[in-house]
């Protein structure tokens, strides 16, 4: 084998400085393997995989400004090499013919192949060793060892071992940089979007309509391909908005505990009544022993006609023998009641109900954002604690489909200490036909027990 190749092309085409450097490099290097014995250049640690190197020629594919087609020509050249470990200093020169180069080619176009070929020698990745002639083959001894090879020189690639795995690890790395980075991304995106559903769902969303709109303006499509500066700059905006929308919702639940810690304004919202401040007669009380309830003179007005006469006419009774004991009416007939109690609607904001009965929450997947949605959820609480079904039916005639959903909701709250809740419901469903039930003094009540254990709570921590 001659100590010099040829490094000028064949057809009188140029040739690059890089060709003259990279052929030098691979001269002085062969030269130095050469002076070594032949069981030193078996073990030499410049042998290499050509199969793992061709894998790590994939990967590193960007930083080298290769093609995936160029890389295909450069396996089908890297297969005409019959050993799987490539030295260096070995023969590492191949010499197909372009019709079998292009089968192994996967049958790719003779100068669509020669541009590949090109953009090998120009990476740096092979060398050219043309013939006078520019055919490629290769000059045997007596013996038939090979003495001299035209073709394609794979030594570049071989020498290039180190540093294209090199490349290949940084890309390792920076790819798995950005699917971290792309599934923070995404994480990001979930979590808020289930924040702003949250707050929809609460009854809260004009106070975050403004989150909802960022949110929206970064909610746009990644591509596959999409740089890590893109990608950085969306993940730092996203930690922004997640950190405002979190702090605003986590503000908001801190005012509805304070809100909650302090029972005796939801009292006096429960228990409020007419703004008329020349009415001296707010309310009345029944004094029966049996009795505790309230007629609210809102309740009154939300009366239909008939009872709304028959309630008023009850308090001027009262009004006129206010020492005596409060006769009742004459009780509507069944029919009758049950029309009237069906049309009653509860007289205060739903936000008041579920403060004072938190559990319902629990019962409602939606969340609890209309007075459908708490009727919903006392249907389920119902079969749950037992109610048999007509008892469940009767309460919501006789009471109306508001006030028992609130029932139900009480009832609730004080699950443990209702021993039979079909019972118990019946006998509010014989108060509510008789009409001496209301939903706000329960309401009041487990409003007062939660802030006698709050006191409670606030004397053993002191």
Not at 10 to 16: E, L, N, Q, V
Not at 352 to 375: E, F, H
Request: with cysteine.
């Amino acid at each position: 084998m001659t100590d010099r190749f040829a490094i000028s092309p064949f057809g009188g085409k140029g040739m690059a400085r890089a060709q003259i450097i990279v052929s030098e490099q691979v001269r002085r290097a062969r030269k130095a393997l050469n002076t070594r014995s032949d069981d030193a250049r078996a073990c030499s640690e410049n042998t290499v995989d050509k199969w793992h190197l061709l894998r790590a020629v994939t990967e590193a594919r960007p930083a080298l400004g290769l093609s995936d087609r160029t890389i295909v020509v450069l396996e089908a050249l890297v297969s005409f090499n019959s050993e799987r470990m490539l030295d260096p200093g070995g023969e590492l020169v191949v010499f197909p013919s372009n019709a079998e180069l292009s089968i192994r080619a996967r049958g790719m176009a003779p100068a669509t192949l020669r541009r590949h070929l090109a953009a090998l020698v120009k990476a740096g990745l092979i060398l050219r060793r043309d013939s006078a002639n520019g055919k490629r083959f290769a000059r045997r001894g007596e013996e038939g060892q090979i003495e001299e090879a035209f073709g394609f020189d794979l030594a570049p690639l071989v020498m290039r071992a180190g540093e294209i795995e090199a490349y290949a690890a940084e890309a390792r790395r920076l790819a798995k940089a950005l699917r971290a980075l792309r599934s923070e991304v995404t994480i990001h995106l979930r979590d808020i979007a289930a924040i702003v559903h949250a707050t929809a769902q609460e009854g809260r969303g004009e106070r975050f309509a403004a989150f909802a709109e960022r949110l929206e303006a970064l909610s746009g499509r990644l591509g596959r391909n999409t740089d890590w500066k893109t990608l950085k700059a969306r993940r730092d905006a996203l930690v922004e908005l997640r950190d405002a929308i979190e702090n605003a919702y986590l503000d908001n639940l801190r005012d509805e505990e304070l809100e909650a810690q302090n029972p005796e304004r939801m009292v006096n919202e429960i228990t409020k009544v007419s703004a008329n401040e020349s009415q001296n007669e707010r309310h009345i009380h029944i004094s029966d022993s049996d009795s505790n309830f309230e007629i609210d003179v809102d309740d009154i007005k939300a009366e239909t006609p008939r009872k709304a006469h028959e309630s008023v006419a009850l308090a001027q009774a009262h009004r006129k023998n206010p020492s005596g004991r409060l006769e009742r009416a004459p009780q509507p007939t069944k029919q009758a009641s049950a029309s009237e109690n069906a049309c009653r609607t509860a007289m205060m904001r739903l936000e008041i109900v579920t403060s004072a009965c938190p559990q319902m929450r629990d019962y409602a997947p939606g969340g609890l954002t209309n007075w459908r949605d708490l009727m919903k959820a006392a249907e389920t609480v119902r079969s749950m604690l037992g109610i048999p079904p007509d008892a469940w039916a009767k309460a919501r005639t006789e009471m109306g489909e508001i006030n028992a959903a609130i029932t139900i909701a009480a009832m609730l709250e004080r699950a443990e200490a209702i021993r039979s809740p079909g019972a118990y419901l019946r006998r509010l469903t014989e108060r509510a036909h008789g009409g001496s039930f209301s939903v706000k003094p329960m309401l009041n009540a487990l409003v007062s027990a939660r802030q006698r254990a709050l006191i409670g709570s606030r004397r053993a921590q002191a």
